[in-house]
Each structure stands twice: as structure tokens, then as C-alpha cells.
């Protein structure tokens, strides 16, 4: 899980004409660090080659060879998915043998295989005893992992990759401590420059002063409003507000954030879910995980500590009137929560190791799986109370006609892998007592509802874009198979999740 190979492949890739022993053999003669020598090997010989060529523009203009080719699995003008089972994300029951066309980037046909011949000229996949579902879409993802306590590394470019091989089509940064590097992956990834899902890139957390050394300190209204603007200008499509923040700021927040065309949630603390939902924020994380509503003596505008206010949760009555009435309110207010079952998993005992840990560096791995042997021998842990607990009040808010979504948040003790714990979110959502098409549609139809871009992605069916995961087996009856994930297409093209 380096990234400092791709600026390697980068250079190389440019320069690959000129032969990449005699760079070498050149890096070598000068006798330096071979990164470096390389580096300036590099530009002598593009140099010696643009003089040569009388800085003809030819060179300019050049097409460069397709990035993203190394990741392909299928492309063609036209591709027929026939004989598939196909779980169309709205929650409706799958359907069996159907045929699937897909035509520039789009579903061009749907319907039963005996009634849907491919076009002449098609790609024909044969997708017998397989699924297809919508690509996922998945709103508490991060470019960014935890490297040591309360702080956060950048993995950009191989968290993009995870994320996509996993089954995401879409998701939402929801939160970051470096805002640039979100920005210009989305950018990259919509020019087509880079692998990835499409990019909801968030803007830096709107947070109050607070201990995390990478984060801004949002102190009045007025440096909330900065703050947006700042973001906003440079490219960020949403805002996320944290912990530490106070009401006034956040309202400011919202307001000014609506008025540049972003959606806001919050991680929330210092402001309870109910003041949010009168703020007008649009989204809530974590569920109810971060509720400090039912904390007895909280204290405006401070946060009482997330212990605290999960302590309340774990002893919630979940058929009490406070609890239904902060639903109500919620409800009432269109204020959708994002589930994010997956990194409270990992503080969990009694659950299993989470897939995917083999991706990640040594000393992240074992640094984890200290962490989790920690969570497991804990037999004071709220999180076993809590963490079912939690589980029920997320389907209650639904049942009440709550907009749930999904997502991840690899963050916590390094447990949630991008791609892989995607495909746990489902899972823990099936076990919270959703069917698996309803499952499936949290994590890709309501995401796509938020994000207003319903009409285009988030369900499979005629005219939308072909964002799709074609996963072995029947999901739909077995949700473990969503991890058996065969390929994923996104404008047209169907990557290899092995590559
Ligand atoms: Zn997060």
C-alpha cells in the first residue's frame, strides 16, 4: 500500500521510448541515488530528444496510452451481459436470465434473455449463476488511513483502486485533514487519468479547537464561512462538520455551504442530533453512535466525550419516547444517517477479523491486530451492548421512514480496508435485520438519492449509466457473495477487481 511507486511508473511511462536500460546505464555512469539519477537521467535524455526533434509540437500531441488500461478486464463499443440474475438496487426481488445491454456507458436494453437478443456486433458476456447489482455507492469513505493515534496518512491511489475493485462506483470523502489531495483524485479519476469510483470530494471538517493536530479550528460564524468558501473555491463538492464544533458555527456552516451548493453532515459532539436537524444539516454519521441527545447533563456547545454519549445509546430504550421523537424529528427534517457498522465492528469483542488486512503494510497489520486482540479480551467493552443496540435503532429509523445510507470510515484502529469492508457494510446491514435487496439498496440507491444523482446511477435500468458489479453466486439469497466480485464497470468499461 505505497504510492511512491506511481510517480515512478509515471515518469517512466513518458519516457518509455527512450529505452528504460539506457536510463539506467546512465543513472549509473553519474553515480547517484538511483531514484534520483534515474529522475535526472530522465530529463536529460527527454531533453536530448526534444532538441533533437527541434521542439517539434508532434511530441505534445502525441496521445499517451490509456491509463486505465492495466486495469481492464472488458471494453467494447457495445457489451450483452445474458443469462445474469439481476438485483437492481431498488429492493425489488431479483430477477433471473435476464439479458443486459450496455452502449456508451449506458444501460441500452433489460429484459428477460428469450425476449432480449443481443445487437449483432455485441461482446457477449455469459453470465450464468451470476449477479449483477448497481455499483455501490458509499458516503463515509477516506482517502486517508490511520498511521498512529489521531493521525492520518494519505493513500490516495491505492484506496481509489480498493474502493473501485470492491464493487464502489461513487462515494462521498465525508471528511479529511488534507482537502487537495480529494479534489485531484476526483479530478484525475473524471478525466479518466486514474482508476476510482467518482468523487463526492469533501472539504476539510468544519471543526471547533480540538486536540487533532490536523485539523483547522472553526472558532465563530465568520471563519465557518472562510472555511467554505476557501474549500468551495478550490473544488470541494461537500462539507462534513466534527465534534468539537459549536451551534453558531454550524449554522453558519450549513447556511453558507447550501448557498454554494453543498450538502452538509456531521460527525457530531458538541451539537446534538435534534440542534442539528434545526440547523438544517442534510446528514448525520455514524448512525446514532454519535448521539449526545440523551446525555443528562450536556452542556451546549460541548462535547460531554463520544463515551459519554454512547453510554446513553447502549441504555437506550428503543421503544421510549425520546428516542421516537428524535426520530420523528429527523425524519421529519429529511436529515438522512449514514450506517457505518463496520468500523464499530472493529472495537467490538466477539466479532471476526475483518477481511482485507492482508493488503496492508506490515506494521499497519499488526498494529490492528493488536488493537482488535485489545477489543476482544475487553469484557467491560459498551460496544457489546452497543454495538447490537446500535443495529436495531438503525432499522428502526428506517422502518420510520428514515433515508438510511451506507458507508465505511476506515478509520478507527486501521481495521476498515477500503473495497473489503464496502462489502462487510451490506453484510452488517442484513444482519441488522434488512433483507439483502434492501441491504443492497441502502448502499446504492439511497447513496445515489442523496447525492441527487438518482436519476442516473444507483439502479440498473434502462437509460442510467452502466455502473455495475457482476459478483458470482446469488446475493440476494446468500449476501456473502457480494464479495465474490467477478468485475465492476463504470462508464462502460469492466475492470478486473484482481488487477
Ligand atoms: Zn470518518
Known sequence: MTHGQDGREGRVGRVGRMGFAALKRCATAIGLRPSFGLTLCAAIVVGAFVVAQGFSPAIAQQPPANPLAPFIKIQAPVVALVHAR?????????????????????????????????????????????????????????????????????????????????GVTTMRTAGNVNGIMDINISR??????MPGPDIDATAPYVNGPSSFLQMHAVRSADEARAHVDYWANQGSTSLKAYMQISRAALKAAIDYGHRRGMKVTGH????????????????????????????????????????????????????????????????DRHVALTSTLTVFETFTPGRPLPQ?????????????????????????????????????????????????????????????????????????????????????????????????????IGSIAIGKHSDLVVVAGNPSTTIADIRRVESVFKGGVGYDPQK
Open 356 to 456: 482485507g488486512l492482508d493488503v496492508l503494510a506490515p506494521q499497519l497489520k499488526d498494529a490492528f491486530q493488536r488493537a482488535y486482540d485489545r477489543a476482544s479480551q475487553n469484557q467491560q467493552s459498551v460496544y457489546a451492548a452497543l454495538f447490537p443496540k446500535a443495529m436495531r435503532l438503525e432499522r428502526a429509523f428506517a422502518k420510520a421512514g428514515g433515508t438510511l445510507i451506507a458507508g465505511t470510515d476506515p478509520t478507527g484502529a486501521g481495521g476498515v480496508v477500503p473495497g473489503y469492508a464496502d462489502q462487510r457494510q451490506i453484510e452488517l446491514l442484513v444482519e441488522a435485520g434488512f433483507t439483502p435487496a434492501e441491504a443492497i439498496s441502502i448502499g446504492t440507491l439511497n447513496g445515489a438519492k442523496y447525492l441527487g444523482r438518482d436519476a442516473r
Open 188 to 193: 484525475r479519476i473524471a478525466a479518466g487519468e
Open 268 to 331: 457530531l459532539c458538541s451539537v446534538t442530533y435534534g440542534e442539528a436537524a434545526d440547523l438544517g444539516i442534510d446528514n448525520l454519521e455514524h448512525g446514532f453512535f454519535a448521539a449526545t441527545d440523551f446525555v443528562a447533563d450536556k452542556q451546549p456547545d460541548v462535547c460531554p466525550g463520544q463515551a459519554r454519549g454512547q453510554q446513553t445509546i447502549a441504555a437506550l430504550d428503543e421503544n421510549g419516547e425520546p428516542f421516537k421523537a428524535l426520530v420523528k424529528k429527523l425524519v
Open 86 to 166: 439481476v438485483i437492481d438496487g431498488s429492493g425489488a426481488p431479483s430477477r433471473e436470465d435476464q439479458t443486459l445491454v450496455i452502449r456508451d456507458g449506458n444501460i441500452a436494453a433489460l429484459g428477460d434473455s428469450a425476449r432480449t437478443p443481443p445487437p449483432a456486433g455485441a461482446t457477449i458476456v455469459d453470465l450464468t449463476g451470476k449477479s449483477v447489482l448497481p455499483g455501490l455507492v458509499m458516503m463515509h469513505e477516506h482517502l486517508y488511513y490511520t498511521t498512529g493515534p489521531g493521525v492520518y496518512g494519505q493513500l490516495g491511489v491505492s484506496f481509489s483502486r480498493l474502493y473501485l475493485a470492491g
